[in-house]
């Protein structure tokens, strides 16, 4: 029998972690909110070493946060991008954020979108996507990425979204450390741990 429903829930953790934020005027700060808010993820054992938050592209309001739950909810789509765009069209009642009579809005995540995200990113609305650690970090670790073209960040300025990577890199990639030393489960498509 197939269920009616399937439904995800966000950790309780994220509501204080954004409660006194409204806005975050520059890049480089709104990276490391969504850094922090993935190191968070780690230590609270509420997922994988991903968040990604959506962002009014001007304003820098922020919209949605979403981390990482695959592990912790045992649906493989739940990656922090996933989240972030399903929470924000959602909230916006929407499931087009590029829709006319909005602003625009744009997705940071501390490490580039997978092959899965990278394919969901065109179709969120979005307007621009901001990253922090790279596909590589991310496979240093054991992660599987997926089949993702070389040229992704191209793909996306072809179709009219702005793409700015590595900002604040290195300590997206201290998280992905920290996630790997502490034993963190390193899943993959083949359904084993690296």
């Not at 269920?3 to 005027?25: A, G, H, N």
């Not at 954020?97 to 990113?121: D, F, K, R, W």
């Not at 450390?177 to 083949?190: F, K």
Request: hydrophobic content about 40%.
């Amino acid at each position: 029998m197939q269920p009616e429903t399937i439904t995800f829930s966000l950790p309780l953790w994220i509501q204080e972690f954004t409660r006194e934020i409204d806005y975050i005027k520059d890049i480089e700060e709104r990276t490391k909110f969504v850094i922090e808010a993935s190191r968070r993820n780690v230590l609270e054992k509420t997922g994988g070493p991903f968040a990604a938050a959506i962002f009014e592209l001007e304003s820098g309001k922020l919209v949605s946060l979403g981390v990482n739950l695959v592990t912790n909810q045992g649906l493989s789509i739940l990656h922090g991008e996933i989240v972030a765009i399903s929470v924000a069209q959602a909230k916006l009642s929407t499931y087009d954020l590029g829709n006319q009579n909005l602003v625009q809005h744009e997705l940071v995540t501390s490490t580039e979108p997978c092959a899965m995200c990278l394919g969901a990113i065109p179709w969120s609305g979005v307007t621009r996507v901001i990253t922090s650690a790279t596909d590589y970090d991310a496979r240093q670790i054991g992660f599987d990425e997926g089949a993702k073209i070389a040229d992704w960040t191209d793909a996306l300025q072809d179709r009219g979204i702005e793409v700015l990577t590595e900002i604040n890199r290195d300590r997206a990639q201290e998280v992905l450390d920290l996630y790997a030393q502490s034993s963190g489960e390193i899943y993959n498509s083949r359904g084993k741990s690296d």
